[in-house]
Every structure is written in structure tokens, then in C-alpha cells.
């Protein structure tokens, strides 16, 4: 008896250590949100349930930045999945150890290379003056502009799309690995040749990552910013700059449609981050041993 | 027993790459390298605009990059955000994740859960978040409640690495036989845990770091002009002088480098480093 009233006390305890942690989480992450969700279905004058807010986000404002953004996503993100997933292929059966690792350490920094300096890079080399506009111009007498701008939707895809690359190859590369040498030999003793091997084994095999690859891709341009911010301003408008503009400019009386539009993005954030953990537990099926 | 594998090993690495792949990392290292290398020329050119390369070289763009009055401070903001980034992080999530690992293990799933759950929330809406519920002085717009959201953002960089080396080393013997030989809790932690994952504590906060150092969302729209960091002043001139803002953007570049490489090494000591930033998204 003594024991097991000792135990549990030692159980209480061990609860109450979890305390920080769960009480630093409350206040930085599920009560705000919690407080914003509540803020987007409620009028503030009033106090009453409403819809009015979510309503209001049906102006053709804030219709065309989700527009955009899903837009900006699903191109970057397709775009990013299959030639990462070459790129991914050509890594995974380079012959030499070492020029893979560079490859591999090469992906993971660039691919945290988001935001306002990788926005510049991509000024000095694709702006109005930038070094390929003069290199085009120079050699194949091509302008580049109007027809292409940095700062704009074009330019967008062309900066998203290089931090999109290298997630989709680290992404890839153990769904590479998961095909195993014994299932090419077998299928080749067998009689099947490359594209019957691919057809029938390794795409499927493939498939969990490569959806897994399109929702985190997709999310992970969904939620980007700084690059964006930097790029664009207010030339084009898309889902976190039109947010970020109703943080900026707090004397808005009524931050109802900016929470309304934030509740909505974290419904499409939610879905993809789904779906990717769904098919993440899928590929893992492969990946293991 | 391994004496056999070798021969196949070495025809393999013979092999030389076909022309696709060589095609393929090709255009791959010209996408990826392009932008960052011309960058850092352009920050010692002293005219490029007109041609192909540059018309001379200089160093002046540096000198009044780093005469810039606000290039300490704002430095200097970037360093104290991060640091205490890294400092809360490791007193919130290290003892956390300690007592999930070896006391509260039916709780792992929710803690896995509630660390990704920052990739899910796009930073302007955790900005709007907070800024609507703490809209009152003193937290209201400060550094404090950056700190905070900045933990937050940055959690499952911290999480992966710092959960996977207790899961390497049997946390709970450890603790066991610590506690068999009359250790106390804080003995436990500092003198058997806290040594046995450092590189794992290493590999975290160095990402943390890293990703702290860069950040821009949360700080330009949580505390903006009365908590300049680096991220700000770069994006600053990048609309006043493009020059000197290539300088800012080749000491955050080589910054970033720097620390890959740190991380790199720390990853070798510990667990592949690569394998952890995948697992944390």
C-alpha cells in the first residue's frame, strides 16, 4: 500500500514537470489561435456569433490574393516535386559517397535560404539590370522585360521555386532508398525491362513521397513571406502579405477579415500538413529496415 | 567476413555518372550557386548593370555597409534574439522531452504533435495571433512576446534533433542506474543525460540559431522598428542602395554557410545532420 501511494504521488509529479512546457505551448500557440478562431466568428460591437467576417473575405481583394497564393503554391510545388525528384534520382545513384554528401549538405542549407537575401540574390541576377536580363540581351538580344519580372508573379515562382528544389531532394532521396537493389534484380530476372519496372514498382513505391513531396512543397510556399515581402509588396497580392498589411496597419478598426482570412489559411495549412503526415506514414511502410 | 563485398563496392564507385545525371547536377548547382555567387560579386563590384562582368572592384560598399548606423545594432538585436532563443528553448523542451522519454512515454504521440504544430501555422497568422491577444502594455509590440512566438516558430528545430539522441542513448537505464548509485534528479540530468545528447542539444541549437538569425516575418510585423534585427535592415536597403544591401546579404549568406558547416560537425559527432532537418519538417 505504501508503495503504491508512493507511486503515485511520483506520478503527480512527474505531471506537474510537464507544467512549463505545456503552460509556454498554451500561451504562445494554442490560445492564440484558439483566440483568434473565436475573434473570426464573432462581431466585436456586439458580441454576437456572426458569419459577417468570413462573408466580408469574398471581395475580389482578398478572393484574388487566395487565388494567387494557391496559385503560386501549386505551381511551385509540381514544379519543385518532379524535377527534385530527378535531381533526388541523379543524387541517389551518383557513383561517388562524397560528391553526394556535398549534394546533399548543398540542399540543406540552400533550402533554408528563404526570405529577404535569397529575394536580392535573385534581384542582382533576373531584375531590370540583373546579370541574365544583361546576358540575354547581350547574346540572343532577348528582353526579358516586360514579359518577365522579378517583382512579380513570374519572378515569385522563379525565387519559391529554389527553396522548394532542394526540400523536395532531401524529401525524395530516402523514398530512393526504400527501392530495394533485390526488387530491380528480381524484376529483371523476370523479364522486365526499366519502364515496366518503373510502371509497375518503382512509381508506386514512389507515389506516398511524391504526395507527401506536393503538400509539404505546397505548404511550405502557402505560408512564406519575407521573400514575398521583399519581391513584390504591393504589386501582387497574396494570402500573408494581405494578413501581414492588417498586422502593419493596426488602427483597421475591425481586424474581423484578417482573422476570418488567417482561420482560412490555417484550414489549408491544416489539410496539406494532413495529408503530407498521412502519406509520410504510408512511405514509411517502404523506408523501414 | 566483409572481405567479399569489397571487390563489389569498388566496381561500383568505378562506375562513372551517365550523361542525364551529370546533366541534371548540372543545372541543379547553376539554379542553386548562381544567385548566391553572383551576390557576393556584385557586393565588391563597383558597376554591373551594363555588362557582362562587372566593370572594377571595391571594397567600399562593405565600408559603408558596416558604417551604417544602425549595422551594430541591429547585429547586435539578431545575436540577443537568438541567443535567447536558444536559452528558453533548451529550458522549456530539453527537461520536457527528457521526462516524456523515460517517465511519461504514453505521451510522446501529443508532444510529437504539438512540435510540428508551428509548420502548420503560417508565421503571419501566429503573428496576427499574438499581437490580438496580447494587446496590452507591457508585453504588448516587445522583444518579450517575440522571444516567445520566435520559441515557438523554431520549436521542432530543437525537438527532432534533442528527441532522437535520448532515443539513441536508453535514457531510462541511465536514469535508473544513476539513481541507483544515489543521484538526484538534477545529478541525473546534468552529469548522465545532458553529456550523453549534447551533440543532439549541439545540432538544435545551432539550428536554431541559424533559422533565428534570418528570420524576418515575426519580428518586422510583431516588434518592427523598436527591435531592429539584421533581416530588417537588409530588406531596408534593399529598396535604398542595392549595393550595400549586397553586402548585408553576403554576411547573412556567409553567416548561414558558417553555421551549416558548425552544424555539419556536430551532426558527425552525433546523427546525420541532413536526417534531422528532414525530420523536423
Not at chain 2, 532563443?85 to 523542451?93: A, F, G, R
Request: glycine share 6%.
Amino acid at each position: 500500500m505504501m508503495r503504491r501511494s508512493k507511486r503515485q504521488t511520483g506520478q503527480t509529479f512527474d505531471w506537474m514537470r510537464l507544467l512549463p512546457f505545456f503552460l509556454f505551448c498554451l500561451a504562445f500557440e494554442v490560445v492564440p489561435i484558439l483566440f483568434l478562431m473565436h475573434g473570426s466568428v464573432i462581431d466585436k460591437t456586439t458580441s454576437q456569433f456572426t458569419l459577417q467576417h468570413y462573408l466580408d473575405v469574398n471581395r475580389p481583394l482578398y478572393i484574388n490574393s487566395f487565388l494567387n497564393s494557391i496559385k503560386l503554391s501549386g505551381i511551385t510545388a509540381i514544379v519543385g516535386v518532379i524535377f527534385g525528384t530527378f535531381i533526388g534520382y541523379a543524387i541517389y545513384r551518383w557513383p561517388s559517397k562524397r560528391v553526394q554528401h556535398i549534394l546533399i549538405t548543398l540542399s540543406d542549407v540552400t533550402t533554408n535560404f528563404a526570405g529577404a537575401p535569397l529575394a536580392f540574390a535573385f534581384v542582382v541576377i533576373l531584375g531590370m539590370n540583373g546579370i541574365i536580363t544583361q546576358f540575354l540581351l547581350q547574346y540572343f538580344h532577348y528582353e526579358l522585360y516586360p514579359t518577365f519580372s522579378i517583382y512579380s508573379f513570374s519572378g515569385l515562382i522563379v525565387a519559391y521555386i529554389y527553396f522548394q528544389l532542394p526540400l523536395m531532394v532531401l524529401l525524395i532521396l530516402p523514398a530512393f532508398a526504400g527501392i530495394k537493389k533485390e526488387w530491380r534484380e528480381s524484376a529483371q530476372s523476370l523479364g522486365a525491362n526499366t519502364f515496366r519496372f518503373w510502371r509497375y514498382i518503382g512509381i508506386p513505391v514512389l507515389t506516398p513521397s511524391l504526395i507527401a513531396g506536393v503538400t509539404l512543397l505546397f505548404a511550405n510556399a502557402f505560408g512564406a513571406y519575407a521573400t514575398a515581402y521583399t519581391l513584390v509588396q504591393a504589386k501582387l497580392s497574396i494570402v500573408t502579405l494581405q494578413i501581414g498589411y492588417m498586422i502593419a496597419g493596426e488602427i483597421r478598426k475591425d481586424p474581423g477579415v484578417g482573422m476570418a482570412m488567417a482561420v482560412l489559411s490555417l484550414v489549408i495549412m491544416g489539410l496539406s500538413i494532413g495529408i503530407y503526415q498521412a502519406a509520410t506514414i504510408r512511405a514509411r511502410r517502404w523506408s523501414k529496415s | 567476413m566483409k572481405q567479399p563485398q569489397k571487390p563489389v563496392r569498388e566496381t561500383d564507385t568505378k562506375i562513372r555518372p551517365t550523361g542525364w545525371q551529370i546533366l541534371c547536377i548540372a543545372l541543379f548547382l547553376f539554379y542553386m550557386l548562381l544567385p548566391i555567387l553572383s551576390t557576393y560579386v556584385f557586393s565588391v563590384a563597383t558597376r554591373w548593370d551594363r555588362t557582362i562582368l562587372p566593370e572594377g572592384y571595391t571594397l567600399e560598399f562593405y565600408i559603408r555597409a558596416f558604417q551604417t548606423s544602425y549595422f551594430t545594432i541591429t547585429l547586435r538585436n539578431s545575436l540577443i534574439l537568438s541567443v535567447a532563443t536558444i536559452v528558453v528553448s533548451l529550458i522549456v523542451i530539453v527537461p520536457t522531452v527528457y521526462w516524456v522519454h523515460t517517465r511519461l512515454t504514453g505521451l510522446k504521440p501529443w508532444l510529437d504533435v504539438l512540435m510540428i504544430l508551428p509548420f502548420g501555422i503560417p508565421t503571419v497568422v501566429l503573428a496576427l495571433a499574438l499581437v490580438q491577444v496580447y494587446n496590452f502594455p507591457p508585453i504588448a509590440r516587445s522583444p518579450i512576446l517575440l522571444i516567445g512566438a520566435v520559441v515557438v516558430y523554431s520549436m521542432p528545430f530543437m525537438y527532432r534533433p534533442v528527441s532522437n539522441a535520448l532515443q539513441a542513448i536508453d535514457a531510462l537505464t541511465l536514469t535508473e542506474a544513476g539513481q541507483i548509485l544515489g543521484a538526484n534528479v538534477f545529478q541525473v540530468l546534468s552529469k548522465i543525460i545532458i553529456p550523453n545528447i549534447l551533440p543532439g542539444i549541439l545540432s538544435g541549437s545551432l539550428l536554431v540559431f541559424s533559422t533565428v538569425f534570418a528570420e524576418y516575418t515575426l519580428t518586422s510585423l510583431i516588434v518592427g522598428a523598436s527591435f531592429k534585427t539584421f533581416p530588417l535592415l537588409l530588406v531596408e536597403y534593399t529598396r535604398i542602395n542595392g549595393n550595400i544591401a549586397a553586402a548585408f546579404s553576403v554576411v547573412s549568406f556567409t553567416i548561414a554557410w558558417l553555421f551549416s558547416i558548425l552544424l555539419l560537425w556536430a551532426g558527425s559527432k552525433g546523427q546525420n545532420a541532413s536526417a534531422e532537418t528532414i525530420q523536423a519538417r
